[in-house]
């Protein structure tokens, strides 16, 4: 069964702190990882990797794709309270030729304190 | 619209009685995902429509669940003879589809619907 994992579950960091966020997947055939942020209601897009060892980045997060250890790290440096959020990782298997379902980790929950 | 959309965004209904969730996607995307985030759960898949097929619908919990999608842009999402366990946020999230080739293509949420069954 495909499946997702993340650590840890929740996470309580002070501004500024550098965070490291883990997703670990099992999937018969893998297209893709994506993060997402989700703050209230709707995710929203972060990254999305296929490749491995190709850091993404945008402002101060990064991600990196292990396909070898099927993992994948998102890293927030110089915290701030508005990065408080769940982080959704989600995995996308190959099924013939067209996007699919994504399967996604229950999240870790940031909290950053000011 | 800019964004994925979705009506109501929030419901509260008795036990027993039927729901009619709605998600109107971005133009032009063509595949288009119903999910749902029970409390202190991840999102969990339900259904996937490309144009206004669903080639799958292994995710629906119960045949009290069913969807359909017209003209290749709006869809609903109805549960019939709804249940306390039915509670949950209904996500709706849509992708443009690059057919050459079977590219990924980011898929984009909406702002959900809160469903509470009373």
């Known amino acids: 069964e495909d499946k997702v994992v993340q650590s840890p579950l929740s996470l309580v960091v002070h501004e500024g702190d550098t965070v490291t966020l883990n997703c670990s997947y099992e999937?018969?055939?893998?297209?893709?990882l994506l993060w997402y942020k989700q703050e209230k209601k709707a995710p929203t897009f972060l990254f999305m990797l296929t490749s491995s060892g190709i850091e993404k980045k945008s402002g101060r997060l990064s991600s990196i794709l292990d396909k070898k250890e099927l993992s994948s790290i998102l890293n927030i440096t110089a915290t701030q309270t508005g990065d408080s959020a769940i982080y959704l990782c989600?995995?996308?298997?190959?099924?013939?030729?067209?996007?699919?379902?994504?399967?996604f980790g229950t999240g870790t929950l940031l909290a950053v304190q000011p | 619209g800019a964004g994925v959309s979705q009506s109501p965004s929030n419901k509260v209904t008795e036990k027993g009685k039927d729901v009619e969730l709605r998600c109107d996607p971005i133009s032009g995307h063509t595949a288009l995902y119903w999910y749902r985030q029970s409390l202190g759960q991840g999102l969990e898949f339900l259904i996937y429509?490309?144009?206004?097929?669903?080639?799958?619908k292994s995710g629906l919990p119960s045949d009290r669940f069913s969807a359909e999608r017209t003209g290749g842009s709006v869809s609903t999402l109805t549960i019939q003879r709804t249940q306390q366990e039915d509670s949950a946020v209904y996500l709706c999230?849509?992708?443009?589809?690059?057919?050459?080739?079977?590219?990924?293509?980011?898929?984009?949420f909406g702002p959900g619907t809160r469903l509470t069954v009373l």
């Open positions: 429509f490309q144009g206004n097929s669903a080639p799958d």
């Open positions: 989600a995995v996308e298997p190959r099924y013939g030729g067209a996007t699919n379902k994504l399967i």
């Open positions: 999230a849509s992708s443009l589809i690059i057919l050459a080739g079977g590219s990924t293509d980011t898929q984009y």
């Open positions: 999937v018969t055939n893998f297209r893709s």
